[in-house]
Every structure is written in C-alpha cells, then in structure tokens.
C-alpha cells in the first residue's frame, strides 16, 4: 500500500495544529513539510521551530522537503528539529553526497529530489545513499498547480532501475491521476489541495489507499 503523505503548505498556517491532528485522525501516513528560501524557489515556508512543534503535536513521521540552497545551513537543525525523512534537492548548491550521508549517520531517511525539468541523470548518482527519490510533479514553489505528465516516464525510470528506496512524487496529485503514478511506480503520495480542500479527507484517504492496492 503506498503511503499517503499531506502536505501542509495547504493547510491554515494559523491552524497547522487542528488540520495535521485531522489529516492524522484522517489515515494518512506521513506529514509532508516543505521548506522554501525564497532563492531556490520563489516562495517562503516553514521554519525549524514548526518542525519541532509538529513533532510534540503528532506520531506521525514528518517528512521535510528542503527547497533551499545551501541546504547544509539547516540539515542539523532539521534533524534536531525532529525531520524523520530530510529530502536535498540535486540541483541545490551544496555537497549532497555529505548531507545524505550525514542524514543516514543520524538515523533518518535521506532524500533526493528532482525538479520537473531536471533529467533523472542528475540524481542518479546519488540514489545508493538516499532512502527516497522526490520526483517533483509540478514547477516548486506552490500548491494547485497541475501535474506535468512528461514526469511519469522518470518515476518508471526510476522503478525500472531496480531502485529500492522509496519512490515519492510531490505536486498536482488528484484522485484522477494517481492510479497511473502508482502503476508506475509511486510509493509516496505528497498531496496538498486534493485532500485539505477535500470535503471528506478521510474518505479520500481511505479511498487512495484501496487504489494503491490496484483495487
Ligand atoms: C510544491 C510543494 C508541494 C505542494 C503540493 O512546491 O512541494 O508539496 O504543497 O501541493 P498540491 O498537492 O496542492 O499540488
Ligand atoms: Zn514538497
């Protein structure tokens, strides 16, 4: 069954606590976090210290998506933060060997992402130490945006490879186009709009799961 993981950049910032106990309660699996710089991306999003609150709010694993340059600034602060996955971008400014490493030395699951339009090559020689491959679906930056088809044909690249990490994909991710991206090879649904605007998110949840097991 793969893993349904909601992504608070579509919840109300003023109410983080009330919508991830909902999405919690609701069935989901992890708690999808995405960090913007404002450099990397042309959006800002959450800080260390929300990380650290969710942690005290929710069992379940937070999974923080660095959408940063210089990602080495933070790694250690996320990871004390309590990050349970910590995901690096192949196209950020910085050693990602070091920090893949780094995060497996701490006993989280390293990450490596990729943007829509970055060949899969980019990430290839860093898949034997990362635990998870992030596929971007969409551009970075914002929810609502729509999925870009081309992107499939790398999540089965990537399962054709033989990988055996986790196989994520992040942005676009309705209940119309997830039964592809799981034939495919997805294993980790991060999905925003489609489940905080959703008007029965557990019903949604519980629905996503039964597709996954190509029911
Ligand atoms: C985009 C973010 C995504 C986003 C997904 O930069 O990484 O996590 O929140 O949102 P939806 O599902 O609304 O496309
Ligand atoms: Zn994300």
């Known amino acids: 069954m793969i893993k349904i993981a909601p992504s608070i950049l579509a919840a109300d910032p003023l109410n983080l606590e009330r919508d991830v106990r909902k999405a919690e309660k609701a069935g989901c699996d992890w708690i999808h ?15 260390p210290d929300v990380v650290r609150r969710l942690k005290e709010v929710t069992s379940l694993p937070l999974d923080v998506h660095l959408m940063m ?13 309590g990050a349970d996955s910590l995901t690096i971008h192949a196209e950020a400014d910085a050693d990602v060997n070091a920090l893949l490493e780094r995060i497996r030395e701490k006993e989280r699951l390293p990450g490596i992402a990729i943007r829509p339009h970055t060949p899969l090559e980019k990430a290839l020689p860093y898949l034997e130490k990362a635990g998870l491959v992030l596929a971007m679906t969409v551009e970075p930056g914002f929810g609502g945006q729509k999925l870009e088809p081309e992107v499939v044909d790398k999540i089965r ?19 119309d186009n997830i039964r592809m991206l799981v034939e495919n090879g997805l294993t980790v649904a991060v999905m925003g709009t489609a489940l905080f605007h ?18």
Not at 33 to 47: E, G, I, T
Not at 157 to 175: C, F, L, V
Not at 198 to 215: C, F, K, N, P, Q
């Open 157 to 175: 690249a990537i399962r054709d490879s033989g990988y055996q990490g986790y196989i994520e994909a992040d942005g676009g991710i309705r209940e």
């Open 69 to 81: 340059d210089h990602p080495e600034k933070l790694t250690d602060v996320f990871l004390e933060a």
């Open 198 to 215: 959703a008007e029965d998110m557990a019903a949604s949840i519980r629905w996503l799961h039964t597709v996954s097991r190509g029911e």
């Open 33 to 47: 976090v995405d960090v913007m710089d404002a450099h990397f991306v042309p959006n800002l999003a959450y800080s």
